[in-house]
């Protein structure tokens, strides 16, 4: 059986190309669980792992080596993911108390300066530390291993 890596829908008993993006097909390996699955990184051939995560050296998503008859769920896409819809729980409201009195809303009449300060650092503290931790693990690591990139600019 052979698939298309990005048209994984395109299934063809021959090799060739896909009908629809004109890539070769790639040859469909059964995927058995366990360590007989590897993991490499995009842009560090040489890092290979047999569980997902990120490339100690740039950061990057380790990529399956293999393509899969059926997607799997992304895990670093549904992190991520909860991630974003926990934080946003967090910045309506931080966004809404520190901007709300310069649209209308009268923040000021409601919530004492001092107070407004103590719940903005509230609402915002598990955005940073929470949201952001992936990015800044990878901007550390990418400072431990002195292999400077995106990760380290934004961490």
């Given at each position: 059986m052979y698939t298309c890596s990005m048209c994984p829908e395109v299934q063809q008993d021959e090799p060739g190309s896909c009908p629809h993006c004109g890539?070769?097909?790639d040859k469909v390996l059964d995927t058995l669980p366990g360590p007989t699955r590897q993991y490499v990184c995009p842009m560090h051939p040489e890092v290979v792992a047999s569980e997902p995560g990120a490339c100690p050296i740039c950061g990057m998503a380790l990529?399956?080596?293999t393509v899969a008859?059926?997607?799997e769920a992304n895990p670093e896409?549904?992190?991520?993911?909860?991630?974003?819809?926990?934080?946003l729980l967090f910045a309506v409201p931080l966004v809404v108390l520190?901007?709300?009195s310069?649209?209308?809303?009268?923040?000021d009449r409601l919530v004492s300066a001092e107070l407004r300060g103590w719940l903005e650092l509230l609402l915002a503290t598990p955005v940073?530390?929470?949201g952001a931790k992936p990015f800044f693990e990878r901007a550390w690591a990418?400072?431990?291993n002195r292999s400077p990139n995106m990760f380290t600019l934004i961490g």
């Open positions: 890539m070769g097909l990529e399956p080596t008859v059926e997607e896409l549904v992190d991520m993911t909860r991630r974003f819809w926990v934080s520190a901007m709300g310069m649209v209308g809303v009268p923040v940073v530390i929470w990418s400072v431990i």
